[in-house]
Nanobody
Framework: QVQLVESGGGLVQPGGSLRLSCVAS????????IGWFRQAPGKEREAVLC????????DYVDSVKGRFTISRDNAKSTVYLQMNSLKPEDTAVYYC????????????????WGQGTQVTVSS
């Protein structure tokens, strides 16, 4: 059974850090791009970062550049999202999803979405 499970969310103060994990099962992670997405209350889901099967990285949101990084450990079937200098506007449910091979800006081209993990940035 193909599955992606996110974890690592929580409540953090502005300026703090969190590391999210996306653990894959039921398929070979090394063959897939993994994207991180987020959805804030009342807003559409947006692509944040993606890492392709060759470990190339794509930033989709200017506001996270220099603060968020994405990495993968295929041996652990895990993709990470390191989030530093968090801001209240980063508050959202964060999701990961997969796409064969390369990244895409189109959410509809990703599948096997996880259930999401809540990130709340607040003092």
């Amino acid at each position: 059974q193909v599955q992606l499970v996110e974890s690592g969310g929580g409540l953090v103060q502005p300026g703090g850090s969190l590391r999210l994990s996306c653990v894959a099962s039921g398929f070979t992670l090394a063959s897939y791009a993994i994207g991180w997405f987020r959805q804030a209350p009342g807003k559409e889901r947006e692509a944040v970062l993606c890492i392709n099967r060759w470990a190339g990285r794509i930033d989709y949101v200017d506001s996270v550049k220099g603060r968020f990084t994405i990495s993968r450990d295929n041996a652990k079937s895990t993709v990470y999202l390191q989030m530093n200098s968090l801001k209240p506007e980063d508050t959202a449910v964060y999701y990961c999803a997969r796409r064969s091979g390369s990244c895409s800006r189109s959410l509809s081209e990703f599948g096997s979405w996880g259930q999401g993990t809540q990130v709340t940035v607040s003092s």
